[in-house]
């Protein structure tokens, strides 16, 4: 059985990440910072029926702030007894401010969590996919990593900078037998858009997660290095 490591998977996205691997065979390492809502979604994933318990870890959580040396050290633990197969980069934090309204503190703790933290746990993580000879890295982007937007100048420097770094890193990665899919993804309909009037129309995370999860399906000639989900209404 193949094990997958999701980061912020306690809500949102993540969760519905977390579910839809677990719905289809997978270990599930959940990571996120509030105890009492990861412990529900691993409770949700031994209610589905169809979930299978076999030897060894079948639902494993983390809870930890991804920019403590001790969380990422527990996740290296687990990921390397488990012999992780799919890292995927989910956790990540939203500001929207005008530019002369943030202090540096602001601006830092964004490129830190959206930048800095994906890039440590790879730099740990990598390691055991060039010991087995196979992984895969699944990075959710947004598309604000390739269009700027008013008043996202700091999540967008992150975004920007987490596109740069694996579209560098994958030529490598892939020499390895390594796989990175980077996903750009448009708003969705999570607690940062909770406010918006057009929220309806947004993204639906539980529909995000499972075409995220057919990308992950091991093809013979093609590799898939990046994809664009785009809301379909306006």
């Given at each position: 059985?193949k094990t997958?490591?999701?980061?912020?998977s306690?809500?949102?996205?993540?969760?519905?990440?977390a579910l839809?691997?677990?719905?289809?065979?997978?270990?599930i390492?959940?990571?996120?910072?509030?105890e009492?809502?990861?412990?529900a979604?691993?409770q949700?994933i031994?209610k589905?029926?169809?979930?299978?318990?076999?030897?060894?870890?079948?639902?494993?959580v983390?809870?930890?702030?991804?920019r403590s040396?001790n969380?990422?050290?527990?996740?290296?633990a687990?990921?390397?007894?488990?012999n992780l197969d799919?890292?995927?980069?989910?956790?990540?934090?939203?500001?929207?401010?005008?530019f002369?309204?943030?202090d540096f503190d602001?601006?830092?703790r964004i490129?830190?969590?959206?930048?800095?933290?994906p890039i440590?746990?790879?730099k740990?993580?990598?390691?055991?996919?060039?010991?087995?000879?196979s992984?895969?890295?699944?990075?959710?982007?947004s598309?604000?990593?390739?269009?700027?937007?008013?008043?996202?100048?700091a999540?967008?420097?992150s975004?920007?900078?987490l596109?740069?770094?694996?579209?560098?890193f994958?030529i490598?990665?892939?020499?390895?037998?390594?796989?990175i899919i980077?996903v750009y993804?448009?708003?969705?309909?999570?607690?940062?858009t909770?406010?918006?009037?057009?929220?309806?129309?947004?993204?639906q995370p539980?529909e995000a997660?499972n075409a995220?999860?057919?990308?992950?399906?091991?093809?013979?000639?093609?590799?898939?290095?990046?994809?664009?989900?785009?809301?379909r209404?306006?």
């Open positions: 059985m997958a490591l999701i980061t912020g306690s809500k949102g996205l993540g969760a519905r990440l839809v691997f677990a719905r289809n065979g997978y270990n390492i959940l990571h996120g910072r509030d009492k809502k990861l412990k979604i691993e949700e031994f589905q029926d169809y979930w299978i318990i076999k030897d060894g870890i079948d639902c494993e983390v809870k930890g702030d991804l040396t969380t990422l050290a527990n996740l290296y687990i990921a390397k007894k488990t799919i890292l995927i980069n989910n956790a990540g934090i939203y500001e929207k401010k005008h002369q309204d943030m602001d601006f830092l490129l830190t969590v959206n930048l800095i933290v440590q746990l790879i740990r993580i990598y390691p055991i996919f060039l010991e087995k000879k992984g895969l890295i699944i990075n959710i982007n598309l604000a990593g390739k269009n700027p937007n008013e008043m996202e100048a999540y967008c420097a975004k920007y900078g596109r740069g770094f694996m579209d560098s994958q490598e990665a892939n020499r390895n037998n390594v796989k980077n993804l448009g708003a969705m309909q999570t607690t940062i909770e406010e918006r009037e057009d929220k309806s129309k947004l993204i539980e997660a995220i999860f057919r990308m992950c399906k091991d093809y013979k000639s093609l590799r898939i290095t990046e994809v664009n989900l785009m809301r209404i306006y």
